[in-house]
Structure formats: structure tokens, C-alpha cells
């Protein structure tokens, strides 16, 4: 089996995950908020180094793969914090310990939402690497009232750091494919609370049409995630892979 660090296993689609890639004899060490291997903030750069200097110790300073599942959908700052700054830090922190590994692999979860209206200044920001100002200005769209912009602006930021990192020596260069996979709307504990509002479930499949199976199950997520950090991914990276019931194919029309 081989050894991979997966955030957000507690929960959703990163427990999934680690639900599959245990069963297939894999190590897992999850990295949480609670119920975890690895009790880490990831919202925070003092969590952030904690998960990594963690998870390094438990692997021994090699791993096959990291898989950061970790998010959250606030309509506050907080998405930047963890779904970009969160996900990246440990991306990066883990990565020379993938450079050791045989057959590294990475990924993430982008989304379909880093589609959709976002702010340009919170994506630069971050671009940037400047937490504290991408932060800033997300508090600024908040107190505009458009704090729904906060988690699609951490999502395509992600989405673009994803394509301009995977190329770079440090990843295709040591052999560590970079991918992410963009769900659409899925049955976890973080839109649980949507799902129950009849009136919500009609704006989501509005903004989200799914006409390929409605949404998805975790379990569907966590085997395209299984697929990108497989040993049988020798040549993807730096793809957002859509999986989402057709919902970026309506979205964005015919052209590619
Ligand atoms: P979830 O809420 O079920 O699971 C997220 C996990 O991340 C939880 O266990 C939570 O404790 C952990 N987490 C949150 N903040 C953390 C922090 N600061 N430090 C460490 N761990 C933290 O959510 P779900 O749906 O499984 O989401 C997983 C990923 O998928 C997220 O990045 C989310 O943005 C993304 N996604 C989810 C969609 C959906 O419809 N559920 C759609 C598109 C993307």
C-alpha cells in the first residue's frame, strides 16, 4: 500500500476518500478539525505547520500522495483562508516530501462555483501569496453585502495557482502530477442544511443544472480523486476536471 495525507477527512467527500483508498489497502493519514490522525487548523499558518510538520513524522518524511480535501463555504473571509491559503500551504509543504516518493501524486477540489461572479482583487491577493490583504479584501466584498463571492473567488484562485505551479521544476519537474477535481453540487454535511430548504434546492439547480444524474454522491468524487493520485496518471496535470453532471458544459457553451 502506499502512504497519503488527505485533509478534511472527517467529513464529506475527503472521508470518502479515505474510506476507498483504506480499503484498498492504502495508508491514510487525515488531517481534520477533529477525528483525524493529524488535528490541525488549516485556516491558520500556525495549523498549517503543525499539520505539515505532523504528517511528515508519521510518514517518515516520504509520501505517495496528498489529496487536500479540506474546505468550507462561509459567506465570510474564511473560505480563503482555507480552501486557497489552507490548501496551498500544505501542497507545498508536503511536496518535497512527495519529490522522495516513486510515484508521487497531488490534488485538490476546486469547484463549479469558481465559475461563477467572483472578485478580482481577493483571486490577485491571493494569487500574490498575501493572505492578510486577500483576506482584506474579501471582508471588503462581505461588507458590500456579496459575501456569497467570497468562496468562488478561493476557488479560482486555487484553480489558477493549480495551472501555474504544476508546470514549474518543482512539480512536472520532480514528477508530481498537480490536478484538482470541480464537482458539482455534492450530498455532504456542508450543504446538507441547503439541501433540506425546497426553495434553496431551486436556486441551486438553477445556478448548478446537473441533467447527468442530478447531484452527486461523495463516493463519486472520491473515486475521480482516487484516479489522478493513481499510479496510472503518468501524464494529467494541471487539469480542473469537471465533475458535475454537465453543469460547466451548460455553463460555459460549446466552446473550449
Ligand atoms: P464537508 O464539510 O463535509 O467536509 C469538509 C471537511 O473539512 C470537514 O471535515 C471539516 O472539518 C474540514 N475542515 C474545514 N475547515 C477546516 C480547517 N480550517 N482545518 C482543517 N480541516 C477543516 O464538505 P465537503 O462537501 O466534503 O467538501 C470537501 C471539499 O469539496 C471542499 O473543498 C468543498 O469546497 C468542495 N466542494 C464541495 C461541494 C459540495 O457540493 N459539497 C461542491 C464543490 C466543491
Not at 501524486?105 to 472578485?119: E, H, M, W, Y
Not at 468562496?151 to 495551472?163: D, E, T
Request: a negative charge; charged letters at 20%.
Amino acid at each position: 500500500g502506499r502512504t497519503i495525507a488527505v485533509s478534511g477527512s472527517a467529513s464529506g467527500i475527503g472521508r470518502a476518500l479515505a474510506g476507498l483508498l483504506r480499503e484498498r489497502g492504502d495508508e491514510v493519514i487525515g488531517i481534520d478539525l477533529h477525528e483525524a490522525e493529524v488535528v490541525a487548523d488549516l485556516g491558520t499558518p500556525e495549523g498549517r505547520a503543525h499539520a505539515v510538520r505532523r504528517v511528515l513524522e508519521l510518514c517518515g518524511g516520504v509520501l505517495d500522495a496528498v489529496v487536500a480535501c479540506a474546505g468550507v463555504s462561509q459567506f465570510t473571509s474564511l473560505p480563503v483562508r482555507v480552501n486557497f491559503f489552507g490548501v496551498t500551504a500544505l501542497l507545498e509543504g508536503l511536496r518535497p516530501a512527495l519529490a522522495r516518493a516513486e510515484r508521487p501524486r497531488a490534488a485538490t477540489v476546486a469547484s463549479i462555483s469558481g465559475t461563477q461572479p467572483l472578485d478580482e482583487a481577493v483571486v490577485a491577493a491571493c494569487l500574490d501569496g498575501d493572505e492578510e490583504a486577500a483576506v482584506a479584501a474579501a471582508e471588503k466584498v462581505v461588507a458590500a453585502g456579496q459575501g456569497n463571492k467570497t468562496y468562488p473567488s478561493s476557488k479560482a484562485a486555487l484553480a489558477q495557482w493549480l495551472r501555474r505551479v504544476c508546470i514549474t521544476p518543482e512539480w512536472a519537474g520532480a514528477g508530481i502530477p498537480l490536478n484538482a477535481i470541480a464537482p458539482g453540487v455534492v450530498r455532504t454535511p456542508m450543504i446538507e442544511p441547503l439541501l433540506a430548504d425546497a426553495a434553496m434546492v431551486k436556486i441551486m439547480n438553477e445556478a448548478v443544472p446537473m441533467p447527468l444524474g442530478g447531484h452527486a454522491d461523495p463516493e463519486v468524487i472520491a473515486e475521480a480523486l482516487a484516479w489522478l493520485i493513481s499510479p496510472a496518471n503518468t501524464h494529467m496535470t494541471g487539469q480542473i476536471i469537471y465533475v458535475d453532471g454537465g453543469a460547466e458544459a451548460i455553463l460555459r457553451g460549446p466552446e473550449v
